[in-house]
């Protein structure tokens, strides 16, 4: 596998379900971060971990849980989401921040959830 | 807080003509990044171009070159000799330096006829 990859790229759940989003980087990065991208609004930035601290939590309903196990790995936990939560969620990875930012980000494919 | 904007949501272009995607951006902020992400249809996204902010020259990559009006905080996409890959949501973003959260436009669907 190369860049970055994300698992499972389809998923439909209940509201009652509980799931998790996988994704994997093989750059040999140290920040990966979780988007949420809308039908109608522009991508948002949901959470960033850079060294597998999470940096930065942008107001993120507390349904959505990330985790950081390794540098080349990010989950996001999935529980009680509602219709409206239903888009795709892209992963993504860069180096990290240190003295500077500004920094490519790679994108993974994406998981299309639907939230019934 | 940082906006970006793209008043373009759709535009077309014939092949191997040259189309300019506009973006907007907001900002307090004196040193920052800007990028151009395309999106291919169920494809991933990739960066086309990157500009620093403290760099006056445009960026050029190819057949994709910047207009970088850092006083009308202005950054447009140029693309030259249109292709049909080039066919793809376009979305301008931008980071400060000193940190990596991205803030993205609407994006401009792009499509590329023959």
């Known amino acids: 596998e190369t860049g970055v990859t994300q698992t499972p790229r389809h998923l439909v759940m209940g509201m009652t379900n509980k799931k998790s989003l996988k994704c994997e980087q093989h750059?040999?990065?140290?920040?990966m971060y979780w988007y949420k991208q809308s039908a109608k609004k522009p991508l948002e930035l949901m959470f960033v971990?850079?060294?597998?601290?999470?940096?930065e939590n942008n107001s993120v309903p507390s349904r959505f849980s990330p985790e950081c196990p390794n540098s080349s790995h990010l989950f996001l936990h999935l529980h009680t989401l509602q219709p409206e939560d239903s888009a795709l969620y892209l992963c993504?990875?860069?180096?990290?921040?240190?003295?500077?930012?500004?920094?490519?980000?790679?994108f993974g494919p994406g998981t299309r959830l639907t939230v019934l | 807080a940082q906006t970006v904007t793209q008043s373009q949501p759709e535009m077309s272009v014939q092949e191997a003509e040259t189309v300019t995607l506009s973006c907007t951006y907001d900002?307090?902020?004196?040193?920052?990044?800007l990028f151009w992400y395309k999106q291919p249809p169920s494809r991933q996204m990739i960066l086309v171009i990157r500009q620093e902010a403290y760099k006056q020259q445009n960026a050029t990559e190819n057949r994709f070159s910047v207009n970088f009006q850092k006083a009308a905080k202005s950054f447009s996409l140029k693309i030259s000799d249109s292709q049909l890959g080039d066919t793809a949501m376009y979305f301008c973003?931008?980071?400060?330096?000193?940190?990596?959260?991205?803030?993205f436009g609407g994006g401009t669907r792009l499509m590329v006829k023959p």
């Open positions: 973003a931008f980071t400060n330096n000193a940190g990596n959260m991205l803030t």
């Open positions: 900002t307090s902020e004196n040193n920052y990044y």
């Open positions: 750059l040999g990065h140290n920040a």
């Open positions: 993504a990875s860069s180096q990290a921040v240190q003295t500077s930012g500004g920094y490519e980000q790679f």
């Open positions: 971990y850079n060294f597998k601290e999470q940096t």
